[in-house]
């Protein structure tokens, strides 16, 4: 025990010097009994110029002083938040992978960083971030601003953003990720997470979030990485009831708290009054009403931490107190995949005063999208045309990048307004359609950025599947084979022709095989022989007719020498 | 005296003299119902990683992903036997290659380590002429190609030139191939580089078969020629004695329902199947070396100056910017 506690007390001294590690758990009650689980794990340093680190993941700070990287922001993410039904996020991001990243240092070797930075994070994350080109990256020049400190002042040359709404997220990230903490899986609040529970969720959401920090204590400007994991669970799909405790829910039970981390506190939220439910165990604080904490940290020092939640009232609330100030959506309206259709983004002010926002859209380029036809709209309660008050456009190149759409809008109380621009899908080229080219594909979400009271929130829209008119691909192949054939035919004549030199070559020149040469002499001889004979016949057919019986018995005796001279 | 030891030497079955493992696993085939060529991939992996090699020596690729499919009843799990006693989608899985990025080309690429610059390493085969590398395949295929992501096939002949360049290149020690699929053997007849040996599931003309399904998941989970070889794999242990040839052994015509395909045996030059131990391919070498001395640490002050010479531009006039132009 003694020696424990030495060694306990090492760890703290050490932490506290330099490096603040606290972990965080919060549960929140949703509406429809879902329970949002929020995993959040930060670790601040004032200085990470050095080789040693207690707390911070060292992969991930050489990443970052190596490509000189000031914020950066990845989320893999599958299911979508919805606002409408539970309520604004903290930790709200778009389905599929999202990364930002905004870069000090010169301005002439971001892409190239850019490049290195992903290939990098993708390395440490298994996620496939590597695939996300130049025609998925773009840098708006008002959205996503850096939330810490920055010394680019906001300029977005610095920053390069890009989204892959198709990633998968699954074990094979929660590995890697997991392992940039300071105590890994086997304890604190990182012990709860099993993937099989995990990834039976309606929502999850992944996220490393790096950020420049003015801290308490720290000598300059520290930084700050905080790992979080979102997800919401549906209790009544676990246990057949609205009940639920760290074992129904997460299939574990806290045992251990991380030793070198500061604080290690769980909160629950809950949507009714803590006197409608029983909690246990019950060394708990009270915050408000609706809300308790436990200090995991004292509590795993002398007992196992399970919650549990016991519902008086088996009655499940439906339906927000308050409506969210602001909702936005986008779909796609379009008839067939070959047609053309409109992108179209619906916001809903249910506040009585009017809403100032920036919505962001990107199109990629092989959706061309007619600038002309861009039109915002009031729908509800009247009809009437409305116009951006700002706006700033980036056009696509194909197979470069994609249109970048910002605009600064005012929806004014308690109504809807529309925004639909005009597309038409282009035919790419048959090797540039994913393996999977008749799912369609999915267009990045739009993101909208507006106030609500002091704080700065962050909307993310759906993120719409747009089928894509694909080719038999059977055929190119085929057209293909068949016309290789044909130009390797007519090229390879043609070649030969043209390049080949007609020469005589004389006959002695040529080399003949052993064979040959015996057939040609004895073939040569024979001439001879004959050319002899026939020279005495005519000779003697000149002198005398009459010793034709001797000729004759010649001739058969020819004959015999003809067959012995087969028979060779 | 001297010659009489070379030859012996020459003669005496050598053993391993790799200094490393490595190993590369890809299933092919996209779509759910394929789902048991995710399970024949992960089954190797699984192995291979109770045999000792770790993930930063394995590039495991996966074209679907099964594990956190809707489809999937048993969400990020993953089995390759009904009676489900092994999830071989283990909690520390690490997947260097997925869905659309596993293509001929980028298999290709790894094999021959010629990747875009800043490739992260777990992405890279980085092996060398001391390394002992496994690539096992599966898929659906044909006489002479494998499919990939059901877009694009992978040639017999192109496969037999990266191996060649993988030779000329150094990059392997030994290599045994092993691929699962139809006509697999059409695969491994055109090897011709030095020291590989090859295994299909399949002659020219033979379809390979699944195994058994499971009913729940509602698809096959294994196929034959993984199934029996992962059988024959369960019983083998780090320190394990068993040959190629125990492994060829267990591969009857009756079991697998098709007659798997070798490579020409005289292409592995130093040794007989019989001589090579299946620890050489599935575990991995961690040879220990004791020090007497203490070993000087690096200095610190030198390595901290060279992390990052720019460092201090980082910190320069760190302000806090709006996050709204209004």
Known sequence: MFYVTICL??????????????????????????????????????????????????????????????????????????????????????????????????????????????????????????ALSSEDTISPKLSLKPVGLTSTKGDSRYMRYGVSPFEVVCTENLTPWLKLLPCGSSAGLASLLDASKLYDTTYHSLAVNVRRVSCEGCSGPGWEIQLTLSLVFSPPQLSG????????????????????????????RTLEPLDALEITPTEYEIISDREIVYDAQNITSFKILNVYLRFKNKEITRGLEEKPALLAHTYISRV???????????????????????????????????????????ILPESKILQFQGMSLTLAKDRSHPYTLEGILTVPADSTIKFSIQFDPLMLRWNEYPPDAHHGRSIPSGIVTFRDGEQVLRLYTESPLVYLPTPDFSMPFNVLCLVSTVIAIVYGSIFSLTT????????????????????????????????????????????????????????????????????? | MLPAICLLLLFCPLSAVHTNNWVVIADASRYWFNYRHAANALSIYYSVKRLGIPDSHIILMLSDDMACNPRNPTSAQVFNNR????????????????????????????????????????????SDENSNILVYLTGHGGDGFLKFQDTEEMNALELSDVFQQMHEKKRYNELFFMIDTCQAGSMVLPIKSPNIIGVGSSTVGQDSLSHHGDHEIGVYVIDRFTYFTLDFLEKVQPNSRATLNDLFRVYSTAEIRSTPQYSNFNLFKTRRPGDVLITDFFGSVRQTVLFDEQIAPLNRTVLANNLNPNEQNLDLQLDSVPQLPF
Request: charged letters at 25%.
């Open chain 2, 83 to 126: 009676d489900r006693h092994v999830q071989i989608y283990p909690d520390d899985v690490e997947v260097d290659y997925r869905d659309s990025e596993v293509t001929v080309e980028n298999f290709f690429r790894v094999l021959t380590d010629r990747l875009p610059e800043g490739t992260p390493s777990s992405k890279r085969l980085m």
């Open chain 1, 336 to 378: 067939s995949s070959s047609s053309s259709g409109h992108i179209v983004s619906v916001f809903t002010n249910s506040r009585d005063q009017d809403i100032k926002i920036l919505y962001l859209q990107t199109i990629p380029w092989y959706l061309r999208a007619y600038i002309h036809t861009m039109k915002i709209e009031q």
């Open chain 1, 500 to 568: 080949k030199d007609l020469v005589c070559i004389k006959e002695t020149e040529v080399k003949k095989g052993l064979l040959l040469q015996l057939v040609t002499a004895i073939r040569g001889l024979l001439k001879k022989e004959r050319a002899v004979k026939e020279g005495e016949k005519r000779e003697t057919d000149k002198c005398t007719v009459e010793e034709k019986t001797e000729s004759k018995a010649d001739e058969v005796c020819d004959s015999e020498s003809n067959e012995t001279v087969k028979i060779k």
């Open chain 1, 9 to 130: 007390l090492a760890l703290t001294t050490r932490v506290s010097s330099f490096e603040r590690y606290s972990e965080n758990l919060d549960i929140i009650h949703l509406p429809g009994n879902k329970v949002n689980t929020v995993f959040s794990f930060t670790s601040v340093s004032d200085n990470v110029n050095r080789q040693h680190f207690d707390v911070l993941p060292r992969s991930l700070v050489s990443i970052l002083l190596n490509y000189l990287v000031e914020e950066l922001h990845l989320s893999l993410t599958q299911g979508l938040w919805r606002d409408n039904l539970w309520g604004y996020s903290a930790h709200s991001a778009p389905p599929g992978g999202q990364f930002l990243v905004w870069f000090g240092g010169p301005l002439d070797t971001i892409n190239e960083r850019w490049v290195n930075v992903r290939n990098s994070i993708s390395g440490i994350t298994c996620a496939s971030l590597s």
């Open chain 1, 241 to 268: 009831r609205k009940d639920w405790s760290f074992r129904t829910m997460l299939g574990k039970t806290l045992v251990h708290s991380c030793p070198v981390s500061s604080s290690t506190m769980v909160k629950v």
